[in-house]
């Protein structure tokens, strides 16, 4: 705050000392001097203006010197030159922002049941080291993933050097194996799966391998190629042989297993057979100990079909107990959604007038609608479970059925078994359109959302390799998966679809 100075204006002028005596100061009456003031004729109080100082005096307009040139100021003005350069983002930056939210599914978007590892990669990512096995997986698979669907080929070769660095680490990781890097290696494992299927998978199967082989022997041959779910399983082993707790993570890791054990042929080990140790409960964990017994069965029917030289005459004990074990699983796997919690059950929607109806889901009329994707998800993989059995049962019954012409039974059997997959195929039809924008199941330009078409892949790849199914609903079935293949970018299930080369 400025204060003005009590002096007259004509002591100020002469920069001497003022008494400050109205209306005449000492100085100016003694010199004989006009004494003036700068008051306020209202008030009388002193006042001093500051505008005059805080301007200052005002400066003279620069001109141009003569011997300058004169430049053309609107020509020298270029784009580059107005506008700032933008920021580059580096392709690793726009590959990990399209995992995130292309793969990623965050837990309150889905309930338990319908999650994979990937609900929790972020939560382990965030935890690991920069230089991390995970942290290279990630970088690979997003890069691969993003190269193909935006077709960046910088993308793609970029993919190369992290899948091999993430290679050479996670062998260094393996042979320093510490208890908390096992979380990260189990997720960085599973990455690089996807990882291959991603970049090779539709390289990996030659028409002529799959013209000179059996259907069985290429479904086997065909998922084998699936690589590192041994590795996972040996991790699994070893976390459970250290007694280390287990984690929601390991929940959702241990189910795909069991679905690769399902079409590889496999039996589940006896040290993962038990779901209640890894928090399944209720009906998970009863369609999960369905799914074990499934798995088993696959195995044994197997090992009947591949039989190059089988005696129809004579069936051995093994067809009996395996046509046996089919049935049993049939009346189990019918009875499971029986005692369901409502939040599991679906209702049927008219695609005409999307009001809910009791018509039968064979209906072309009406989808299905559940309460969240993972309860749909759910139910199309017990479809899909039930289709195996039920495939599986239809040709052991074939095969008994040469040795015993005479027994009419087999007829029957027979054909409540081809009943009962079109049945199964209708309701599966019925239930698939949930998961695209539309839910007319007659609608051909459907889209489904990246981070849900993972949940599809296993069962319609099973639902397309039952020969049983009608023509019609497979070849349905066939599109979709051909749809869900093209937005994940997956060359396996892409091969599965247009090649054909998966059959139970």
């Not at 990781?173 to 189990?186: I, P």
């Not at 993972?374 to 139910?379: D, E, I, L, Q, T």
């Not at 049962?393 to 059997?413: N, W």
């Amino acid at each position: 705050m400025v204060f003005p100075s009590p002096a007259c204006v004509t002591c100020k002028r002469r920069r001497v000392k003022c008494d400050t005596t109205r209306p005449s100061c000492g100085q100016c009456h003694k010199a004989s001097r006009h004494c003036t003031w700068e008051s306020n004729t209202e008030t009388g109080l002193p006042f001093r203006s500051e505008n005059a100082f805080a301007q200052g005096k005002p400066r003279r307009p620069w001109k141009r010197p003569a011997n300058e040139s004169r430049r053309d100021i609107t020509a020298a003005a270029t784009p580059s030159t107005l506008i700032a350069r933008t920021l580059t983002i580096p392709v690793e930056t726009h590959a990990f922002n399209y995992f995130v939210q292309s793969f990623t599914v965050w837990p309150n978007e889905m309930p338990d049941i319908g999650q994979d590892y990937l609900t929790y990669a972020l939560a382990h990512y965030d935890r690991a080291r920069p230089d991390s096995s995970l942290h290279l997986a990630v970088s690979a698979f997003s890069l691969a993933s993003f190269g193909r669907a935006r077709r960046v080929s910088r993308a793609l070769e970029a993919a190369h050097g992290f899948y091999a660095r993430s290679i050479t680490t996670t062998q260094k990781e393996l042979s320093e194996l510490a208890d908390e890097n096992l979380d990260h290696l189990v997720v960085a494992t599973l990455l690089m799966s996807q990882y291959e299927n991603t970049m090779y998978g539709a390289e990996r199967e030659s028409n002529q391998d799959i013209a000179s082989a059996t259907p069985d022997e290429v479904g086997s041959r065909f998922w084998k190629k699936i690589c590192h779910y041994e590795g996972t399983m040996g991790l699994l082993r070893m976390r459970q042989q250290r007694g280390l707790q287990n984690l929601p993570l390991y929940r959702a890791v241990r189910r795909p297993v069991l679905r690769a054990c399902i079409l590889r042929g496999k039996v589940v080990p006896d040290w993962l057979q038990d779901g209640s140790q890894y928090g399944e409960e209720g009906p998970a964990l009863d369609l999960d100990l369905l799914m074990i017994r499934v798995a088993a069965l696959r195995c044994a029917s197997l090992k009947i079909f591949r039989d190059e030289n089988p005696d129809p005459l004579s069936p051995c004990k093994e067809v009996e107990y395996a046509t046996m074990e089919a049935q049993n699983l049939e009346t189990a796997l019918t009875l499971w959604p029986h005692d369901l919690p409502e939040e599991w059950k679906f209702s049927a929607i008219s695609t005409e007038s999307s009001m809910p109806s009791k018509t039968n889901f064979a209906d072309t009329n009406y989808v299905h609608s559940y309460t969240t994707h993972g309860h749909a998800a759910v139910w199309i993989r017990y479809l899909a479970v039930c289709l195996i059995v039920s495939s599986i049962h239809m040709r052991l019954l074939s095969i008994s059925s040469h040795s015993k012409p005479q027994r009419p039974a087999f007829t029957t059997q027979l054909e409540a078994c081809q009943e009962r997959i079109d049945l199964l195929a209708a309701h599966m039809c019925r239930s698939v359109p949930f998961f695209f924008s539309s839910r007319n199941a007659t609608d051909p330009k459907d889209e489904i959302m990246l981070k849900f078409a993972t949940l599809l892949t296993w069962p319609l790849t099973v639902a397309i390799s039952i020969e049983a199914i009608p023509l019609a609903q497979k070849q349905w079935l066939q599109r979709r998966l051909k749809s869900v293949a093209v937005v994940l970018a997956d060359g396996v299930i892409q091969s599965a679809a247009e090649k054909d080369a998966f059959k139970f």
